[in-house]
T-cell receptor, first 114, second 112 residues
Framework: EAQVTQNPRYLITVTGKKLTVTCSQNMNHEYMSWYRQDPGLGLRQIYYSMNVEVTDKGDVPEGYKVSRKEKRNFPLILESPSPNQTSLYFC?????????????FGQGTRLTVV | GQSLEQPSEVTAVEGAIVQINCTYQTSGFYGLSWYQQHDGGAPTFLSYNALDGLEETGRFSSFLSRSDSYGYLLLQELQMKDSASYFCAVSAGGGGGNKLTFGTGTQLKVEL
């Protein structure tokens, strides 16, 4: 089954404690991205990656890091989380073969930073 | 940068037709997509328009006018399960057309 898998689904952490949210896709997609979703603000892109070892900032990259060492994985790293990073996070992937192809989203990670 | 506007909330009755509008401002426009998201769930793809005109997929249709920077999603024969948030998204700018910028979403409530 084609899917994007995020872990964990829920996470409560304390300010300053480094964390990683994993994302893996099994569709051999080149393009992967991370979004955060906050009430009234829609989905805002944090980082994206066009392929292995190619990453770039999205619209709200501050406080986040990513890496793309393998095509299937695109982890999101919060080196020093702060309460304003409390949000619902989604990973997504899509093929670059043809623009506007469907983006597949993971089930989301609800992060609370206290 | 990109910006999109869509209504925050729309209410309609079961069996009716509803139209959700989206206007956008962007550079390097490739196309307009629509996504559906139920409460607590992941967004799921509904449609994509790169050219002017209407695209129909079952009960859902999507329209684009590139000259007006405008599009809409049309939902026919509304069902209770259509109650969800609907997002328009432009493909533009970086990422070779894969970069999606989303609107703030329209919450559709379908009533009996």
């Amino acid at each position: 089954e084609a899917q994007v898998t995020q872990n964990p689904r829920y996470l409560i952490t304390v300010t300053g404690k480094k964390l990683t949210v994993t994302c893996s896709q099994n569709m051999n997609h080149e393009y992967m991205s991370w979004y955060r979703q906050d009430p009234g603000l829609g989905l805002r892109q944090i980082y994206y990656s066009m392929n292995v070892e190619v990453t770039d900032k999205g619209d709200v990259p501050e406080g986040y890091k990513v890496s793309r060492k393998e095509k299937r994985n695109f982890p999101l790293i919060l080196e020093s989380p702060s309460p304003n990073q409390t949000s619902l996070y989604f990973c997504a992937s899509s093929s670059t073969q043809g623009r506007g192809t469907e983006a597949f989203f993971g089930q989301g990670t609800r992060l609370t930073v206290v | 940068g990109q910006s999109l506007e869509q209504p925050s909330e729309v209410t309609a009755v079961e069996g009716a037709i509803v139209q959700i509008n989206c206007t956008y401002q962007t550079s390097g426009f490739y196309g307009l997509s629509w996504y559906q998201q139920h409460d607590g769930g992941a967004p799921t793809f509904l449609s994509y328009n790169a050219l002017d005109g209407l695209e129909e997929t079952g009960r859902f249709s999507s329209f684009l006018s590139r000259s007006d920077s405008y599009g809409y999603l049309l939902l026919q024969e509304l069902q209770m399960k259509d109650s969800a948030s609907y997002f328009c998204a432009v493909s533009a700018g970086g990422g070779g057309g894969n970069k999606l910028t989303f609107g703030t979403g329209t919450q559709l409530k379908v009533e009996l």
